[in-house]
Structures are given as structure tokens and as C-alpha cells.
RNA sequence: GGCGGAGUAGCUCAGUGGUAGAGCAGGGGACUCAUAAGCCCUUGGUCGGUGGUUCGAAUCCGCCCUCCGCUACCA
């Protein structure tokens, strides 16, 4: 029985559209980290989803001529998918138009109203009749006046709205005090410093309610402060609906059973992390804690921060055009391929370049390369020169290996317990270069030849040769799983030995265990060997033939 | 404007006082088990500029230039 639990979440991905790679990239080293858990041995639920509710969806779906409820529906089977195709396996795949959410918003206000957090104000700005509230930075200023960039025609109005408010003002000092007392709450280091910034600027109330967007989950507080369900079930239109941030946010309680499921959620929360880009780290370090301290529950204990892709310097996003499709993407390196390449050539920590050739590039040099040819030629060898006989490994203090195994598991899993996944990979295949410097150093096609020739001591030094060989494959492999766990069990496959794990990682023994230098099982003879990664070519090559 | 960070080989970056590094890309070589992969060697940088501290600075201090992040109602 696990003797931990391991939380985590992603943001909920905005359903306005398909799917980018560089909104999977965050979902892809979520899942890294929760196949990390579930395979060391952590109880792990892991979290992620769609945000469904706002007016941009709803004008969309009525441009399509669709209401947003089908709308949102086409765009979720499309993440799902997306997901489906690069490994994605989460606990759950939450809907802020679940139903279990919308209790879970419901009491969270009711908290907060109940704590006397929530009171009614005024709410002013430009406001788009095809899109409702827009912010300034949203908006285009020239010397026709304001208007919306999305609507350049349509005339804007300076709206007055009566909103509820939440008193995030009441919450500077709290704040302050549990970033003082919780110093690596929010990393990397330099993000937690920009939202401590913020915080000694000052905070401002924000509006969590709408009057005027329908497309969202009902308010459920009248002004007087009676609840806005009616008789028959419903809710008081009068009363406006949810506005984004106590509609969004909450989704990470009601992923754990808030309000519905105590035990459970007394079982889950607070989440160990939520990961997130740095777009939105004021919400999820500010804002939400302080709804979460006005609900009088626990705070995540850690929130990561990740950068951005790239591409030539911007920002890779949907609006701007430049992103990558992730099936295509997938469609060309493969799952497992799409995975690593996302995972070591983008630092988790900050903003990095990318580009089609810098994937292409990544993939061929560490994987078919690399890891992929020292599996093949590892295997080729053994079934040449040994008949596939699975030889066993050297005992640790007798081949240079183990040592070097020693200290590549040592960085990876520093790296990784530090989420610097890139990292953590670079430190991985330090150990996939020192197993391919050794067959060099080795030369087993000269051991056996000499072995053909009866030399005992050439065939006994061979044999454990590959057998250091096969080892260190079993032990990349395993320790490369939650990054390719795809591959993983072919890896395991061709070496014969036993994937004691499901899926998604699950069920099988602790990783520890299987990472230890000799632990693998003895005797039996290999698979065939098969090209792990094929290499792919690339453009410059295929310009060329 | 305020606060913070960064400018090091073609590219991405490591390196916080003591003779400039890694990976990838480029060039050469020996080998042949392998996915024409791997291995070995190698080209390449007045470490943004400038002044200073020091026996000695990419590394410390001042000034300047350039770029970037944060500076609230976008999900």
C-alpha cells in the first residue's frame, strides 16, 4: 500500500479552439511528473481539463451557428484526442461545465460571501456587444477612438455593471506572511519575486459575477444575500452568472471531490502542485489563495511556473498563428518522439526557442541516435555473438558502468525532484553517451573474434561486456519511462525482461527497486531487436536526395 | 517610470577571482556491433562597451548600450 499521495494539476486549457502544442507542452510534463509518482510508488491523482465558460466561447459557437454547449464539446474531443495521441493519462479530465463544478463554485462563494468577503459594487469599462467586458490592454486606441480589436466596426460602450466583488484587498498581509513563511511555494525563484512585487504594490477587489454573460455557471447569491435558486430548481437569471476566476480556479477542488466527497477531498487537498505558465501566475498565486483562505482551506503547497515556447523570438500562441499542431507533430516523431523532444529541448524554467528542425534535430541526435542505436547494436551483438542469450551484468565493482550509472541516476533524480525536466534528461543521457563510449572502448566484435579463435578469457569478458550492455538499457529504459512510456516496454520487450507496470504507470513495483545496478532478472533470452526510434530525415536532407 | 533578470563559440546555454567550457551544427580520422548511427580528434569566442578594485576579473564595483520579465479583471 503507497504510503504517500502525490496531487497535481495543470491549468485548465481555454476550449476556444484546438488544441496548440505549446498548451499540450504544460500537459505533457505534467503527466512526466505524475508517471514519476505513480511509478516510485505515490498514491498520485493527476488533474487537467478544459475552461469552458466565457463570452468569447459563446460568441464563437453563435458565429458557428452552434450553441456553446456543442460548441465546447467539438473543442474537448479535439484536447482529448490531442492528449490521447501523446500518452496523456489523467485521473481525470475535468469540465468547468461539469456538474460537480458548478457545486463546487457554489460553495466556494458561499464561503466567501459567508466570511463576508463578497459585496456588491460597480464594475465599469469598454464593453463590446459581440464580446462583453473587455480589458484596456485589449483594446485598440487610435485616432478613431477605442475600439475592439476582434470587432473594429462595431462601436464600444462604456458599460456600468453592479458585480460582486471579492475583498482581495483584506488578504495583502496574509499573503505576504505565507510567502515569508513558505519561501519556495512558488518557483522558479524569480516568478515567486514578481508576484511578491505585486502584492507590496497593493491589492485591489476584484469582480467575480457578470450580469450580462449568460454562457456561464449561475451566481447563486441574490443581493440580499438569499440564495438564487429557485422553487423548481433553477437558477435566477437576475442574480448573472460566475465570472472567470472563482469559475476557473475552483476546478482544482472539485477535481478532488469539493464539495460533494469529503473523505476524498480530505484525502487529496491541498495539491502537492499545480503547474502552470507564467501568464497566469498571479492567479494562481494571489487570487487563489486568497479564495482559498476565505474558504478557510489549505493552500497547494508548491506552484510551478513554466515559460513559454517560442518561435523566432514570440510567443507561440493560437492568435498569433505560429503554432505547431500537435498531431502533425506527433503524426511525425511519434508519440514518445513528440514527448522527449518537447521535454528536453524546452527548458521547464523559462521561455525557449523551438522550431520543426529543433524537434527533428533533438529527436535524431538523442534518441535514434543515441539511445535508440545503443539498444539496437547492443542487441544485435548479443544475438550475434551469444546466440541471444540475456547474459547477465557484472557486479557494480567490477564494471566502470555501474559507477557511471551511479551518478547519472543521481543527477536525473535531482533534476526531476527539482522539476528541470530538460535537465533531468540531459543528466539521463550523460549515462546513454558513457554506455556507447564504452562499446567503443570495448570493441566485443574484437573480443569476439578472439573468442571464435578460443580465447576462454576474450569469451568471458565479452559475455559480461553485453551483459553491462543489456543492463544499462534496462536501466535507461526504466528510468526514461514516464518521458517515453510508450517506448518503455518495447524497450523491456526487446531486452526480455518483464514491464511491471500499467499503462499509465501504475500498479507495478517502486522504480527504486528496478533502478538498482543489477536488479534485473536473470537468464531468458531477448526479443528481436527492432529500430526503437527510425531517423528521421531532415530537411536539409531531404532537399538534397 | 518603478522593481527584477540577461548579454560567453554559428545555435542553445553552463561557468561568481587564478591560464575560456558543454551539447548541437561544421571539418578531419580510425573502426565496423548498429538506425551511413557510435567513437576519437578538431575549426571557432578581444566572455555587450567602458572605467575601476586586485598580483590576477567572464566572475567584484561604477557608468553606458541592448534585450527580456513583472507592473490586475484575457481564458
Redesign the pocket.
Known sequence: MPDSRYYLTTAIA?A?SRPGLHTLYEVVGADAITRSHRMRGDDTFFLTGT?E????IATTANRLGKTPRAFVDEMVELFRSAEGALGIAPDRFIRTTDPDHIRAVHEMLRRAYANGDLYQGT?E?WYCPNEG??????LIEDAAGVHCPNHPGVELQWLTERNW?FR??AYQERLERYYAEHPDWVQPE?RK???L??IR???????VSREKAPWGIPFPIMPDGSSSQLPDGSWNPEAGTV??WF??LTNYVTGVGFPDDPARFERWWPADLHIIG??????HT?MWPAMLMSAGLPLPRKVWVHGWLLVQGERMSKSRGNFLDPQAVVAALGSDGTRYALLREV?FD????VSWDSFV?RY??D???????L????L??TA?YLGGERVPCRPADETPLAPEWRAARAGHEAKLDAFLLHDALAALWEFV?AA??F???E????LAKAARDGDERAAERLRGVLGDLLEACRLIGFAAAPFIPNTAPRVAAQLGVPYPYAPDGSVGPRLDGLLEWGSGPRGGRIGTPE?????LETEAELAQA
Open positions: 481555454y476556444n475552461d465558460y466565457s463570452v468569447n464594475y469599462g467586458f473587455k480589458a484596456p490592454s485589449d466583488f482581495l484587498s524569480y519575486n514578481e508576484m512585487g505585486f504594490q497593493g491589492l485591489e477587489d476584484f469582480s465570472y472567470v469559475d476557473a507564467k501568464d497566469i501566475n498571479r492567479l494571489i527548458a523559462r521561455d525557449t526557442d534535430r535524431n541526435a534518441l535514434a541516435n543515441d539511445f535508440g542505436n539498444v539496437n547494436r547492443t544485435s551483438m550475434r553517451g556507447n563510449r562499446v567503443d572502448a570493441q566485443p566484435w574484437v529500430p526503437l526510434f527510425p531517423r
